[in-house]
């Protein structure tokens, strides 16, 4: 059980597009879901946590304008990079939360142009 | 704002070796433990968490870890690696009700030689 997917698994997109991530709990219901990022080598870093029916919270530093997310239902989250630019290439992680635990999905390779 | 402190970037260990991993944290509240491991290519993985009662916990494929709140501690082990346990190890932290995001620690690659 638990189990978190994301789609795509890798993206490669011309600097200036716009990117949709999305973010599924598979075999449960989850109200809350978190974007990290995750540089090379480096540990995960929360962005934005996504809360089912309402507004998602960014930690500070993170632009709510270019990571747009959305928590429509209770297995899908989505989150869309807006004019990406090269230095948005990353890692993006989601994770669903089920109680106090927090799954993973198995994330998604962005690189811009 | 917590954090969390990964004292082993790096680690290389024999087969059958013990493993200890280290993992500190600074919040004076309640918190939630967590260790998840990466195999390579692959996605993050919880190995054990704790939230409260008893101290030490077991996790999958033969981990445990102790919670000790005094020294805000919570030490990976595992007695004799495989070397199928080569992986990243993360520590990781949330605050009492659970629904804040994690804070991670730096991660500690582990590497093990047959």
């Known amino acids: 059980g638990a189990v978190v997917s994301q789609h795509p698994s890798r993206v490669i997109c011309k600097s200036g597009t716009s990117v949709k991530i999305e973010c599924r709990s598979l075999d449960f219901q989850a109200t809350t879901m978190f974007w990290y990022r995750q540089f090379p080598k480096q540990s995960l870093m929360l962005m934005a946590t996504s809360n089912e029916g309402s507004k998602a919270t960014y930690e500070q530093g993170v632009e709510k304008d270019k990571f747009l997310i959305n928590h429509a239902s209770l297995t899908l989250s989505t989150l869309t990079v807006t004019s990406a630019h090269p230095e948005d290439s990353s890692f993006y992680i989601c994770?669903?939360?089920?109680?106090?635990?927090?799954?993973f999905g198995p994330g998604t390779r962005l690189t811009v142009l | 704002a917590q954090s969390v402190s990964q004292h082993n970037h790096h680690v290389i260990l024999s087969e059958a070796a013990s493993l200890e991993l280290g993992c500190n944290y600074s919040?004076?509240?309640?918190?939630?433990l967590f260790w998840y491991v990466q195999y390579p290519g692959q996605h993050l993985q919880l190995l054990l968490k704790y939230f409260s009662g008893d101290p030490l916990v077991k996790g999958i494929k033969g981990f445990e870890a102790e919670f000790i709140k005094s020294k805000f501690s919570f030490n990976l082990r595992k007695p004799s690696v495989q070397w199928s346990d080569t992986a990243e190890y993360f520590c990781a932290v949330s605050l009492g009700g659970g629904a804040d995001g994690l804070t991670f620690g730096k991660g500690t690659h582990l590497i093990i030689q047959p």
């Open positions: 919040y004076g509240g309640t918190v939630n």
């Open positions: 994770s669903a939360r089920d109680g106090k635990t927090q799954y």
